[in-house]
């Protein structure tokens, strides 16, 4: 006999996910005075706040406490780190994610009228004029139908797991799965050092764990400014973090109870021995399953939904948005995407973002922080500019600190001296980071900056001392961290 089918009510919007592009939508929708449904296939909360931003920087913040007691910068101050009861650790962590996804994804729909599906979403095939029709397949074998006049597609992304012999035959880990382990591993085999597997990297580190990062390009955090990534590797490996790059992985196995990873490492086969493996490889488009072939919604060469600059899709009636769409992978730029393909969606504007001043950070300790153009970027646009490089300890925070490690890099354009990028490995970079965004989007010039005030002993003077340093040669600059 076939599942039970029922109609739900048509709807002004409906939003396919459960994430922060989905919420905002929905809301986005509601506060315009329609109607709208979101259709959650997972947790509700989405990447973020389930397995993704939210508690790693709980657990890269705990770990930072744990590792700090141990290991004292200051003189005649003793500290030491009792045992890590990591079980307690990860209960505490989940109790804060229940709390906000109640509070913020089950009861907060629920109170601004919006109307919520539990099940798989299917687009089903239909004219282009004519609402969408939506089949949600529930987990107890019943399917219902919506109807909405336009579509949001926010489903995100999921792990990228990459094609290595054996890797299907050992218990590895996603990060999402990392941070759910009730006891520390020994020894943990990283495989990625973009920001997840570096954040991922860290916090294990800091809790106990031998770490060792695999990284496949020349560099870790490849798309920054060399020498900012230069500047995190060595105070990675300072903590104790091992770095392999140019690092490919090609087959993985067992030991008894360790995994073995072989890889070519700068064209030299290795083998690296751990208790257990993590997979940080990236992550890609969540798109499986939703019939977006079938409805003529085009999909790029990662599965990534293909939108305009208005975040329209191929298909006249549906959106998408945040991690689905391949854009930048943050929370506030899923959310801001959601808000905007509602609006667009539900009344006919065409309103659209722009990326150029997006700010990022990986929340390692020290942080990494960008915004901006890198060299390598001004190079390929043929933008001639200054570089100005400042180490961290020339910032008399720093200094007092004891934080001998980072770097500040900043790019201004040389012929109207207006600043175009900024970049920074060192603790609060990424609120350092979050004023230079400000100052491109104002179009102030780097003798502006170097004028300006700055308080005394906050990280905060690092954009200006950078900006009265003298600047150096592009290509020197990328010469030299290339090859430290």
């Known amino acids: 006999m076939g599942a039970a089918v029922s109609t739900a009510s048509d709807y002004d919007l409906a939003v396919i996910g459960g994430g922060s592009a989905a919420s905002a939508a929905a809301e986005t929708a509601r506060a315009l005075g329609k109607t709208a449904v979101m259709i959650e296939r997972g947790r509700a909360g989405g990447t973020c706040l389930n397995v993704g931003c939210v508690p790693s920087k709980m657990l890269l913040s705990a770990a930072e406490a744990h590792y700090s007691a141990g290991a004292s910068r200051y003189p005649g101050v003793a500290t030491s780190a009792d045992a890590v009861d990591l079980e307690a650790l990860v209960s505490w962590k989940d109790r804060f994610a229940d709390e906000r996804r109640q509070a913020d994804h089950v009861d907060g729909p629920i109170a601004v009228g919006i109307d919520v599906l539990r099940g798989d979403a299917r687009l089903l095939p239909g004219a282009v004029d004519a609402p969408v029709e939506i089949a949600v397949a529930g987990e107890d074998g019943t399917t219902r139908t919506a109807s909405a006049r336009?579509?949001?597609?926010?489903?995100?992304?999921?792990?990228?797991?990459?094609?290595?012999?054996?890797?299907?035959?050992?218990?590895?880990?996603?990060?999402?799965?990392?941070?759910?382990?009730?006891?520390?591993?020994?020894?943990?085999?990283?495989?990625?050092?973009?920001?997840?597997?570096?954040?991922?990297?860290?916090?294990?580190?800091?809790?106990?764990?031998?770490?060792?990062?695999?990284?496949?390009?020349?560099?870790?955090?490849?798309?920054?400014?060399p020498e900012i990534s230069v500047a995190l590797k060595e105070a990675l490996t300072e903590q104790g973090i091992e770095i392999l790059e140019d690092a490919d992985l090609f087959e993985v196995g067992k030991d008894g109870g360790a995994v073995v990873g072989t890889a070519m490492v700068a064209g030299v086969a290795r083998e690296v021995h751990a208790e257990r493996i993590l997979i940080a490889a990236g992550r890609e488009p969540a798109t499986a399953g939703l019939g977006l072939e079938v409805i003529g919604v085009e999909t790029g060469p990662r599965g990534e939904i293909t939108v305009d600059d208005h975040l329209r899709t191929t298909h006249?009636?549906?959106?998408?948005?945040?991690?689905?769409?391949?854009?930048?992978?943050?929370?506030?730029?899923?959310?801001?995407?959601?808000?905007?393909?509602?609006?667009?969606?539900?009344?006919?504007?065409?309103?659209?973002?722009?990326?150029?001043?997006?700010?990022?950070?990986?929340?390692?300790?020290?942080?990494?922080?960008?915004?901006?153009?890198?060299?390598?970027?001004?190079?390929?646009?043929?933008?001639?500019?200054?570089?100005?490089?400042?180490?961290?300890?020339?910032?008399?925070?720093?200094?007092?600190?004891?934080?001998?490690?980072?770097?500040?890099?900043?790019?201004?354009?040389?012929?109207?001296?207006?600043?175009?990028?900024?970049?920074?490995?060192?603790?609060?970079?990424?609120?350092?980071?979050?004023?230079?965004?400000?100052?491109?989007?104002?179009?102030?010039?780097?003798?502006?900056?170097?004028?300006?005030?700055?308080?005394?002993?906050?990280?905060?003077?690092?954009?200006?001392?950078?900006?009265?340093?003298?600047?150096?040669?592009?290509?020197l600059l990328q010469e030299a961290a290339v090859t430290s």
């Open 150 to 225: 336009s579509v949001v597609v926010a489903t995100g992304a999921v792990p990228r797991i990459p094609q290595v012999a054996g890797l299907e035959d050992v218990d590895y880990l996603t990060s999402a799965e990392a941070m759910s382990l009730s006891e520390v591993p020994d020894s943990v085999l990283v495989v990625g050092g973009n920001a997840v597997g570096l954040e991922q990297a860290q916090w294990l580190s800091h809790l106990g764990a031998k770490v060792t990062v695999l990284q496949l390009p020349s560099r870790i955090a490849p798309q920054e400014q």
């Open 316 to 475: 006249p009636r549906i959106w998408a948005a945040g991690d689905v769409t391949g854009a930048a992978q943050f929370v506030y730029v899923a959310g801001t995407e959601g808000a905007i393909a509602a609006e667009n969606a539900v009344t006919g504007s065409s309103r659209s973002i722009d990326y150029a001043i997006l700010p990022r950070v990986t929340f390692t300790s020290p942080q990494l922080a960008s915004v901006g153009i890198t060299t390598e970027q001004a190079a390929a646009e043929g933008i001639d500019v200054d570089v100005r490089e400042l180490p961290l300890m020339a910032v008399p925070r720093a200094a007092i600190n004891g934080e001998s490690a980072g770097k500040a890099v900043l790019i201004s354009d040389r012929r109207d001296g207006k600043v175009r990028g900024f970049h920074m490995v060192g603790d609060s970079a990424g609120d350092v980071v979050t004023a230079a965004a400000y100052a491109i989007a104002g179009g102030l010039t780097v003798e502006q900056i170097a004028s300006l005030w700055a308080p005394f002993l906050t990280m905060s003077e690092a954009l200006r001392i950078t900006a009265q340093s003298a600047p150096r040669s592009a290509s």
